[in-house]
């Protein structure tokens, strides 16, 4: 779960590389916990048992494209080049093998854009700006490394566990059309509020339960400037895209490197995310596939060929990634495609293709039946005595939790408290 956890900070506590006869400090956000320690030469044994080899052959990546392959191995370029700890070195490896080799993708380009369910928009934008005129209702995330601010712009959350469950359960037929796939409802959480002088490094989620996700964005400041969400896709791409109150990002979260990098420059800006994954899905087997696949040599300093055209570093702060020599930490943004919304329609998913190649969800409910469902949903709520959305944001005790851990932080402490409170026990990120 993510009661005091976030995808910045998890702890991989059970990794042990014998070699280095010490537990490295894996700072794992997108690897469960794992159970036994893994010991280096039984790891190495396994490597070569697989047939793997180092460098990557081309079939090697998944997808195999040009554009993917290019990114994933100018990853594995920056981390063998990283005179970093062991466990910063190791942490690397999972990262970049876990995203180019050994995840698998589910769509063409990552991500796509559509619009949300018109009635879902509305009940979010009341829920929000209700919390934005109501000081008590601010809870305060606590500070963590991959969201950069200050203390005084820390993001907030306005909480509703019985709504976002909702959302999760009504929005779970359009994930499964994206993805193609039959998909299991994780969790979903926000609404978070982010603030000025905000941004996010580029990371992962988790790959046990962060698979397939979207990002509804609710609203922003009326004058704030424009803030895209940074996501690179299978085609070599980093696309910024910019989206307007009611549009709904789609993208392979633990798949796909993601994040705010460019500062925030406004008065808020709010989301809901949610997140799935596939029926039969084997978290411990994707987690091992990637420790597998690492090369034996990982621990190494590799030298810079002389004449090669310069890789820029890249530095891990937790769990999360920044190229510090490029502006805004991320050298992909010196070449972006940029995308703004507003996006073409309910069930219409613009993507890496342009407005050519609008692509339309099938089998999925008529926008008109969402809002149905939130008359019967608010009729339950009378005859069962429930409050407003404003005087239940938080469920005692009670609520869907599920695995509460993202793209965004969270905090346990709302259970028991819905205070602006600068000494929270938050823990959460995206």
Known sequence: GRHSSNICNEVSSGIMIASRLQP??????????????????????????????????????????????????????QVAYADSSPGEKYQGYLLATHSGLTMKNFTEYGWAVTRAPQAIIDK??????????????????????????????????????????????????????????????????GLRVYRNETNLNMHLDKSSTHIISSILHVDHGKDDEPWPIVIEDFHGNTNEVYLESGDMLFYESSKCFHGRPVQMNGEYYSSLFTHYYPKEWNANEVEMDVHYRIPHHWA????????????????LVETSVKEPECPDAWCGLKSTKKWYGPAPGYGKC??????????????????????????????????????????????????????????????????NKNTDDDDDDDDDDD
Not at 28 to 50: D, G, K, M, N, Q
């Open 300 to 315: 190494e300093v590799a030298a810079r060929p002389e004449g090669e055209v310069h890789v820029e570093e890249l530095d």
């Open 124 to 189: 979010l934008k009341k829920r929000l700006h209700h919390g934005l005129a109501e000081e008590n209702s601010k809870r305060r995330e606590k500070a963590i490394a991959c969201v950069e601010t200050t203390d005084k712009y820390r993001p907030f959350f306005f909480d509703d566990y019985t709504m976002n469950d909702e959302i999760l359960h009504e929005m779970l037929p359009l994930h499964e059309a994206w993805a193609g796939v039959e998909l299991v409802p994780n969790n979903s959480y």
């Open 350 to 415: 613009l993507s890496g293709g342009g407005m050519d190649k609008v692509e339309m969800l099938e089998n999925i409910p008529t926008e008109d039946a969402f809002e149905k469902s939130e008359h019967q949903n608010l009729k339950h709520k009378v005859e069962s005595g429930s409050e407003s959305f404003g005087e239940r944001s938080i469920v005692d005790g009670e609520g869907v939790l599920n695995n509460i851990d993202d793209d965004d932080v969270y905090d346990e402490d709302a259970l």
């Open 24 to 77: 490295l400090p894996l700072l794992s956000f997108i690897f469960a916990i794992t159970s036994a320690a893994l010991i280096e030469h039984e790891r190495v044994e396994e490597y070569e048992r697989r047939g793997h080899t180092w460098p990557p052959r081309a079939e090697d990546y998944t997808p195999n494209t040009q554009g993917w392959r290019s990114i994933s191995e100018r990853r594995f370029k």
